[in-house]
């Protein structure tokens, strides 16, 4: 028979078969943001270095104007013939150039002022802003514009250089570099990506892939003890995981087998119950023919006989039953406390008359539950609470806002719980504290519990009374 809980081996076998594609994707995920985060550093760098050459560009031009203007300073006259001139200003670069030192008159080569100026640029008081800025001005719009540049000069930091000049060149040098750092940046972008995609594949991946190889066989036969994994004794959070898998895998199996055992031994002792309870209530229609003797000492023989037979008859249909009912599923609605406690109170008032019943918190307290499982929750809490001795019994309710939950507390003024009922308190056929007792309600309140999103806990036990809380959506 097939464990509804186990995964399924075609389930299984369908996440086997996308191992490969998710782990494939993994890889080109890593290997493809690799790539991109090396092409970001690149253009982090770019920025400031296609402004930083842009001002070199310009500050070389300075020098050499300086360098032609020093010509024109050598001639006696001051001034040099139109080829010459012409020359100058070629190997320059520029349409025409002045050079200021202090206390000397101004030096000119070239026209006056060119017919137009687009651009006037200042690098004695620029911002790394302003030069990023104006680099990418030049890249987008530059090539046919008049400038004019003003700065220091290489040569001589008390001249001031001013130059006109086309920023054709200037944009044809700034384009060139921009590939430059384009395709060097792909290599090492590549470069650098294969070596990283390597290095993460054997670190990580592999690992990874192995991990999740063995999980999808493992779902497999969640019970065969050579489908657990072996750790590869690494020492990081990769080993670790392995670990800890392996901890979890070997804890499965041993439930799992636990389980099929306990589920034949359930299953002979159903058997068992329900031959030995037709048994037993023969022997019970035995003991009450008996009882209606006239003999005395027969009679009272006869009741003893009698209530132990209907207490095997009651443990033997609470085991059959809790061996049939399987895990609870529940159906919740939103109540308020009057709706949720009314029934259970109703009934424990009929059934313990001598018993004061009290409910304390906001009647409208909402919460969440399904009503045949809370009813069946609170009658045992309630039932066990009278049952023990207690004289009075509260029910206290709040919310909690922040954890969106709802509290029942249940208090009796009993005389507590034994210590052997609170080792074994939820445990089937081992917590019972009363003679006669099966020991199955307050596991199974638990599990109801448990159901429907909630859960069951005692608090506090002792000579001045019990107390367990219920918390629910």
Known sequence: MTDPSSPSPSRSLSAARRLPSLAGGLSARLLLLTAAFVMLAEVLIYVPSISFRRVTFLEERLGQSHLALLGLEASPDGMVDPDLQTMLLSHAGAIAMKARRPYQPVLMLGPDMPHRVDASYD??????????????????????????????????????????LGDGPLRMDLLDYSWRILWLSLVISLITGALVFLALTWLTVRPIRRLTANMAAFSEAPDDPARVISPSGRRDELGMAEETLRGMQIALCDALTERARLAGVGTAVAKVSHDLKGILTTALLESDRLESSADPEVKHITQGIAQAVERAITLCSSTLKFAKEGPPKAHPRDMTLTEAVGPALARSRNQFPDVTWRVEGEEDC???????????????????????????????????????????????????????????????????????????????????????SGSLALVSSGPEGTVFRLDLP
């Open 123 to 164: 690098l004695r008081r620029y911002s790394a802003w302003d030069q990023i800025w104006d680099a990418f001005d030049v890249l987008l719009y530059g090539g046919e514009r008049v400038i004019e540049v003003t700065g220091w000069s290489p040569k001589d930091p008390e001249v001031v250089i001013q130059v006109y």
């Open 366 to 452: 909402p919460l969440r539950a399904d009503e045949g499982h809370l009813f069946r929750i609170l009658t045992n809490l309630l039932s066990n609470a009278a049952e023990a001795g207690a004289s009075q019994v509260v029910l206290h309710a709040w919310r909690e806002e922040r954890a969106k939950r709802t509290t029942l507390e249940i208090r009796d003024d009993g005389p507590g719980l034994p210590n052997r009922a609170r080792d074994n308190l939820f445990q089937p056929f081992s917590g019972s504290a009363k003679p006669g007792g099966t020991g199955l309600g307050l596991p199974i309140a638990r599990e109801l519990a448990r159901a429907q």
